[in-house]
C-alpha cells in the first residue's frame, strides 16, 4: 500500500519560512521523481517543484530562488523549504510521485498572513 505523508504545514507571517516534509512508503523512493503541487481556492493547481532520482531539481517561476526542493533517500522522505513567503502563496499543498508511478498525498495547508 503506497502512503504519501505530509507535515509541516502552518500558519506564518509573510516573509516567514516553513518546511514541508513528506515521507513515502510502498513505492522504490529512490527511483522515484517526486515533485510538490499547491492549489488555492479559485487557482488552478499548479507545478511548484520537482526532483528526480539523480537531484536535478526544477521550480515554478513564482517560487524560484525562494524554494527549495530536496530528498533523503535513506529517510524515503522528499522536503520543500520554503523562504520569504508570500501571501499569495497561501494553499494546499501536495507531496506527489511522478515517476515511475503517480501518487498524491492527502495535503497539508499553508497559510500565509500578511
Known amino acids: 500500500q503506497v502512503q504519501l505523508v505530509e507535515s509541516g504545514g502552518g500558519l506564518v507571517q509573510a516573509g516567514g519560512s516553513l518546511r514541508l516534509s513528506c515521507a513515502a512508503s510502498g513505492i522504490i523512493f529512490s527511483i522515484s521523481v517526486m515533485a510538490w503541487y499547491r492549489q488555492a481556492p479559485g487557482r488552478r493547481r499548479e507545478l511548484v517543484a520537482t526532483i528526480n532520482r539523480a537531484g536535478s531539481t526544477n521550480y515554478a517561476d513564482s517560487v524560484k530562488g525562494r524554494f527549495t526542493i530536496s530528498r533523503d533517500n535513506t529517510k524515503n522522505t522528499v522536503y520543500l523549504q520554503m523562504s520569504s513567503l508570500k501571501p499569495d502563496d497561501t494553499a494546499v499543498y501536495f507531496c506527489?510521485?511522478?515517476?515511475?508511478?503517480?501518487?498524491w498525498g492527502q495535503g497539508t495547508q499553508v497559510t500565509v498572513s500578511s
Open positions: 506527489t510521485v511522478e515517476a515511475p508511478y503517480s501518487y
